[in-house]
């Protein structure tokens, strides 16, 4: 019986313990946590709550408990060198260490990484630490998109169009971001429609899983502002209907040559997880950005679906040997939708921000998996936090299916919650093939 380490509160690591305690391995869970998830307690055998910065209370917690490896959810953690200080005390851990986690903790090491090894799937753009020379290349670009350099929690992103509109507000924003104190990228914006294809790796191998498409907007119809993710769906046959077969080739092998890249550049390989953020386009997929753990919610789409022993997955990208395994996925439909407060994502004014910190009640789900977030458990019930509370997943053959499950699901919980209706409809997929069928004009 393994005794194995999650690090992670949200609702991707629920999903996560959920895949490990599943295993046949029998393996038993101790998970260490920033606050405490419900689900993720019910599960396991013991829990240490503390920060992601504690790096003597992880180890010690792993070094009590006789781990004999460590799954990392978040990006903190690993941004922390969580994996870093594990190893030092002998314990691995599917998720990399803190120099290889800047594949998403920097998006300058990205981007000059893929531009270094000639690998596709850059747009044009250059880094600045100060503001001179921004005003010209903003005078080259078409449509532009600035980039804090570091964790934003994906909150940081400028986007031409729907953050600002001229090449004089962008400069506003170029100074604003360097006097934060980071660097900024700016580069081309693409027109297309974005994928998530989180692949495993163990250094060499790698391999993808389902493909996800990920909602980032507060509201219907792809309106409001940009969250952590409202919810997502995949189908059936791994792919997404507006792609080409070319557009998940490219994205693979993208990532297949950042994998060589990163091992070159610092002599070590990545294990864990490499999540490519890519936008199909007319000219292919193109690399947004890389993340280097599972996707929240994406991990709810995929986790579910995984055959292979998830215990025995851990194992072999820790030992280098990914290309042994055969890696299966269910071929069916999800449907993830995120049960938030009515205030997730509004300004602190707004009459609706008072919907955090009041109690929920979840009633029967029905067939719907439930994924504990940010949810307070109290004596006297579950309360809300002010960040997203619970992803509600719906699992069929097909999508509307799926949707119709994970719909009654959401209809579960009540009080003062809002999710998005439209996530999984066939009216939100069509618009985004007609986007692809005009952009690529076929
Ligand atoms: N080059 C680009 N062209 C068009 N849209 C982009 C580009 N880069 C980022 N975006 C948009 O901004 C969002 C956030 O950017 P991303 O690089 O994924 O950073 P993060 O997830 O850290 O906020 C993307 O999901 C996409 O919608
Ligand atoms: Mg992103």
Redesign the pocket.
């Given at each position: 019986m393994p005794n194995i380490l999650l690090i992670g509160n949200g609702a991707r690591e629920h999903a996560l313990a959920e895949a490990i305690t599943r295993s046949e391995q029998k393996p038993q869970l101790f998970s260490f946590m920033k606050t405490n998830n419900p689900g993720i307690a019910s599960l396991s055998e013991k829990i240490k709550l503390g920060s992601y910065a504690d790096l003597d209370a992880i180890t010690e917690f792993a070094a009590e408990n006789k781990i004999e490896f460590a799954v990392i959810g978040p990006e903190d953690p690993l941004n922390n060198g969580v994996a870093d200080a594990l190893s030092k005390i002998n314990i691995p851990s599917a998720g990399p260490t803190k120099s290889l986690a800047r594949l998403e903790t920097s998006?300058s090491f990205t981007r000059n990484l893929v531009k270094k090894y000639n690998i596709p799937g850059n747009?044009q753009f250059r880094v600045f630490t100060t503001i001179n020379g921004v005003e010209a290349f903003l005078n080259e670009l078409e449509?532009i998109?600035l980039?804090p350099d570091g964790?934003?929690?994906?909150?940081?992103?400028q986007?031409q169009g729907?953050h600002f509109e001229t090449k004089k507000d962008a400069l506003k924003l170029c100074e604003q971001i360097l006097a934060g104190g980071s660097s900024l990228i700016v580069?081309?914006?693409?027109?297309?429609e974005?994928f998530s294809l989180q692949c495993l790796c163990d250094g060499k191998t790698v391999v993808a899983t389902p493909l996800v498409q990920d909602h980032?907007r507060r509201f219907d119809g792809d309106k409001g502002p940009?969250t952590g993710g409202m919810g997502s769906y995949s189908l059936p046959d791994h792919s997404m209907p507006f792609l080409k077969p070319k557009d998940l080739e490219d994205g693979l092998e993208i990532t297949r040559q950042v994998a060589a890249a990163l091992l070159k550049e610092t002599g070590s390989p990545y294990k864990g997880v490499m999540y490519g953020?890519f936008?199909a386009t007319k000219n292919g997929a193109?690399l947004?950005?890389y993340?280097a753990r599972f996707g929240d919610p994406e991990a709810m789409n995929i986790l579910p679906l995984l055959k292979t022993d998830f215990v025995e997955v851990c194992r072999h990208i820790i030992a280098g040997k990914l290309d042994k395994l055969k890696i299966e996925f269910e071929h069916k439909a999800t449907v993830c939708k995120y049960v938030v407060p009515k205030g997730y994502g509004l300004p602190a004014d707004h009459p609706d921000a008072a919907s955090s910190k009041t109690k929920i009640e979840v009633g029967d789900v029905g067939k719907a998996r439930l994924y504990y977030s940010s949810v307070d458990q109290k004596e006297d019930g579950l309360y809300l936090s002010s960040s997203r509370a619970i992803g509600i997943v719906g699992i069929a053959d097909d999508l509307a299916q799926a949707r119709k499950i994970a719909e009654e699901g959401v209809n579960a919980v009540k009080g003062p919650v809002a999710y998005r209706e439209d996530i999984g409809t066939e009216a939100l997929i069509q618009k985004r093939i007609d986007h692809m069928k005009k952009i690529r004009k076929d």
């Open positions: 998006k747009p449509g998109v980039k964790l934003t929690g994906g909150k940081g992103v986007v729907d580069e081309e914006k693409f027109d297309g974005e980032k940009n953020g936008i193109k947004l950005e993340n």
